[in-house]
């Protein structure tokens, strides 16, 4: 696919790597060239993101029922129709995307987490607080987390958690994007989390741990078939 089929209004993925981290943005396509898509300016706080000559930037867009994924693209800003814009250019052709492939690892550990609340001030500064809240966090992608919790929140709410590992404390980032009601849990709602901003080591880290999970599965296989 090329950049410029994109369509107007639709919505567009900015995926950033940057010094140990990885950020997740979701802007709007406000207009195409033959190279290039400009977006919302994606913006927090009233200041326009900065991206940086280092970032490792990709973005990704929906078109009908498939994903298509650019990596490496450069990234600018610009105005149009009189507004400031974000501009996002590649001259790779867009490859199809699968978000699929990000697997899905069961977790199932307690957890505190921090529920944030952003409110303007005096001055009209945006100003984060806190609210901690138990919740069992049932399996983590690089893309997202389920959980289970019994905190009313809504979609939109943001929400973060450090999990203690061998590669050290992973602090993710995100935004709740569905909820259910749950039965037959001691909590009563499982929530959808799709991550903002989580470190480099969790990929790596849900690597090694469905390595080890799968070599538990065949160990076990191995021994049963011994045994008969």
Same mark, same amino acid.
């Given at each position: 696919?090329?950049? +410029?089929?994109? &369509?107007? =209004?639709?919505?567009?993925?900015?995926?950033?790597?940057?010094?140990?981290?990885?950020?997740?943005?979701?802007?709007?396509?406000?207009?195409?060239?033959?190279?290039?898509?400009?977006?919302?300016?994606?913006?927090?706080?009233?200041?326009?993101?900065? #991206?940086?000559?280092?970032?490792?930037?990709?973005?990704? !867009?929906? /078109?009908?029922?498939?994903?298509?994924?650019?990596?490496?693209? +450069?990234? =600018?800003?610009?105005?149009?129709?009189?507004?400031?814009?974000?501009? #996002?250019?590649?001259?790779?052709? =867009?490859?199809? !995307?699968?978000?699929? %492939?990000?697997?899905?690892?069961?977790? /199932?550990?307690?957890?505190?987490?921090?529920?944030?609340?952003?409110?303007? %001030?005096?001055?009209?500064?945006?100003?984060?607080?806190?609210?901690?809240?138990?919740?069992?966090?049932?399996?983590?992608?690089?893309?997202?987390?389920?959980?289970?919790?019994?905190?009313?929140?809504?979609?939109?709410?943001?929400?973060?958690?450090?999990?203690?590992?061998?590669?050290?404390?992973?602090?993710? +980032?995100?935004?709740?994007?569905?909820?259910?009601?749950? !039965?037959?849990?001691?909590?009563?709602?499982? #929530?959808?989390?799709?991550?903002?901003?989580?470190?480099?080591?969790?990929?790596?880290?849900?690597?090694? +741990? &469905?390595?080890?999970?799968? &070599?538990?599965?065949? /160990?076990?296989?191995?021994?049963?078939?011994?045994?008969?």
């Amino acid at each position: 696919m090329q950049i +410029r089929e994109m &369509q107007i =209004g639709k919505m567009l993925e900015i995926l950033v790597d940057r010094e140990g981290y990885h950020y997740r943005f979701v802007s709007k396509v406000e207009g195409t060239a033959e190279k290039a898509v400009a977006v919302s300016l994606i913006a927090a706080q009233g200041r326009a993101f900065h #991206f940086e000559e280092t970032d490792d930037i990709s973005i990704i !867009y929906r /078109g009908g029922e498939r994903m298509w994924k650019w990596e490496h693209v +450069r990234a =600018g800003m610009a105005r149009l129709d009189g507004s400031a814009v974000h501009t #996002f250019s590649s001259k790779e052709e =867009g490859k199809i !995307y699968n978000r699929r %492939d990000a697997f899905r690892v069961p977790i /199932g550990e307690s957890l505190l987490m921090r529920r944030i609340i952003q409110e303007e %001030d005096e001055t009209g500064e945006l100003v984060e607080t806190e609210k901690s809240f138990k919740a069992v966090l049932s399996d983590l992608s690089v893309s997202g987390a389920g959980l289970y919790a019994n905190e009313d929140m809504d979609v939109g709410t943001i929400i973060e958690f450090d999990m203690p590992t061998s590669m050290g404390i992973l602090n993710c +980032r995100g935004e709740i994007v569905r909820k259910t009601d749950v !039965y037959d849990k001691p909590f009563q709602k499982f #929530f959808g989390c799709d991550f903002t901003m989580t470190k480099k080591e969790l990929e790596r880290y849900l690597f090694e +741990r &469905q390595r080890l999970m799968l &070599q538990k599965e065949r /160990g076990g296989e191995g021994f049963r078939l011994k045994g008969k």
